[in-house]
């Protein structure tokens, strides 16, 4: 990495977490600061790892504990207070970005760019796409010399996420001046049905055969990449589906979600239109509190079957610090009631020290704010998913933070154990089927509305049609 990252002035750096990113970056640029090459270091990252991930990592390091960092967060008034320090690295988080380009202008003077978690700038296009990565833009190719963009899945999601990163690169020279050069040159069009409407057709895109590796070709000479298997004879993590039965009530109230795509809760109405919200508000009665209708802040309990598995896993655990996944606000509501022993993860660094220390027995995060560049795996091996998503990146990054690489790294000879707690015959299982098995989201709704129509007609067909067992051979 290091060699690399030296020779190439601007590059990417493809290696999964727990491989030592944060401190080879960090030789990286006390070797530019000592010979000259570099004068004042911007380190873009996610909130909670520009608050404490980085300035943690200078600290934990006597090699690098001369670096002066500085914090650009908070308020206005704050951030300016931090960019006005002299420091040798500035960290600051992707939302504050249009403020940073706007508030330096043509007196921009970072000389290196450090991306931490780069896909965050997949949204960029030349004329639209989000406003941080539009911000970055303007300056990236003009006013900084070396870019460095760090990330342990770069495409998690497709192929189509590279193009972004590999702008800030070299400006569109490897794969396309534009995304629509991009897609054109190597994504075709395919045309599907959408699962909730089958008579309403629609057309995505969809890579060519031979645009992998083509993609790979272009790329190679400026992405450095590092596979754990490579290196490393770490064992998988030891996965456990713990399975819970709906009720017969909040099983009915699935059921009409699934067939009607409405269902009462007493006088209240809840409502979803298209696949998408219909998926939702069948994970919320899944999870045990489906939201009301028109509101974001009120739900009413269905049950709490998923809450008794947890609390039968933590109890298993025998004290062994438990960290839990959960998805919706109601989720963090009903886990903070019943678990009153646990905590939240929020944007006080004094929270993950406590963690890693051993201070806090049960910690709850959303995949979203907990996935991107924390170090988890001091305070335990155990992870539990209260509840899933289909965002497949956010998934493997909070696994990874108490995960294998991480556990090995940090000198821990133990077992990672994730266990997926699920409600029986609901959407959990179409969320796992696409986290597991990196299918699309699209392709997994279709498959279970197949199974859906075709269970929905064995039950309704007379006893005569129905198809008798094959016989045993």
Not at 24 to 38: E, F, K, P, Q, S
Not at 121 to 150: C, D, M, N
Not at 431 to 458: C, G, P, S, T
């Amino acid at each position: 990495m290091y060699d690399f990252a030296m020779r190439v002035k601007r590059c990417a750096l493809f290696v999964p977490m727990g491989f030592g990113k944060s401190s080879v970056l960090l030789w990286l640029i006390d070797t530019w600061l000592l010979a000259g090459m570099a004068r004042k270091v911007l380190i873009v990252a996610p909130k909670r790892v520009a608050l404490s991930t980085w300035p943690g990592e200078v600290k934990q390091w006597a090699n690098f504990a001369h670096l002066r960092v500085s914090v650009v967060l908070g308020s206005p008034q704050d951030r300016a207070t931090a960019l006005a320090q002299d420091a040798d690295i500035y960290c600051i988080n992707y939302d504050n970005l249009v403020w940073l380009v706007e508030a330096l202008g043509d007196a921009w003077f970072f000389d290196v760019v450090v991306a931490d978690e780069g896909m965050r700038l997949k949204g960029f296009r030349l004329r639209q796409g989000t406003k941080r990565a539009r911000a970055l833009s303007k300056v990236i190719h003009s006013k900084v010399k070396r870019f460095v963009l760090l990330t342990g899945t770069p495409a998690a999601n497709g192929l189509q996420d590279l193009w972004a990163i590999l702008w800030f690169i070299d400006q569109g020279v490897r794969l396309g001046r534009t995304f629509s050069d991009f897609q054109d040159r190597w994504f075709g069009f395919q045309r599907n049905v959408q699962a909730a409407t089958a008579n309403k057709a629609f057309v995505k895109r969809v890579a060519f055969p031979f645009a992998q590796q083509e993609i790979h070709d272009k790329i190679a000479d400026v992405c450095f990449t590092l596979k754990v298997s490579d290196w490393f004879d770490i064992a998988e993590p030891i996965v456990n589906h713990v399975y819970v039965d709906l009720p017969p009530k909040a099983r009915k109230h699935y059921r009409d979600m699934e067939r009607e795509m409405f269902t009462r809760l007493g006088e209240h109405e809840i409502e979803a239109f298209g696949a998408a919200a219909k998926t939702i508000k069948c994970a919320q009665i899944a999870g045990g509190a489906p939201y009301l209708e028109g509101s974001n802040t009120k739900w009413e309990v269905l049950h709490d079957e998923k809450l008794d598995a947890l609390d039968s896993i933590i109890e298993e655990a025998a004290g062994v610090p438990v960290l839990v996944a959960y998805n919706f606000k109601s989720d963090l509501a009903r886990l903070l009631s019943r678990f009153p022993q646990g905590r939240a993860l929020d944007a006080n660094p004094k929270t993950i020290e406590d963690w890693n220390a051993g201070k806090v027995p049960v910690l709850f995060a959303h995949p979203a704010s907990a996935g991107h560049g924390l170090s988890l795996q001091h305070g335990g091996n155990i992870l539990a998913f209260f509840a899933l998503n289909w965002n497949l990146e956010e998934h493997m990054q909070i696994v990874e933070r108490i995960g294998p690489v991480r556990q090995k790294q940090s000198g821990y000879d133990r077992p990672v154990f994730v266990h997926y707690i699920l409600a029986r015959d609901t959407v959990d299982e179409m969320m796992l089927d696409r986290l597991q098995n990196k299918r699309e989201v699209q392709e997994v709704l279709l498959d279970a509305l197949k199974r859906y129509h075709e269970n929905e007609r064995a039950s309704s067909a007379p006893a005569d049609q129905v198809p008798e067992a094959a016989p045993s051979p």
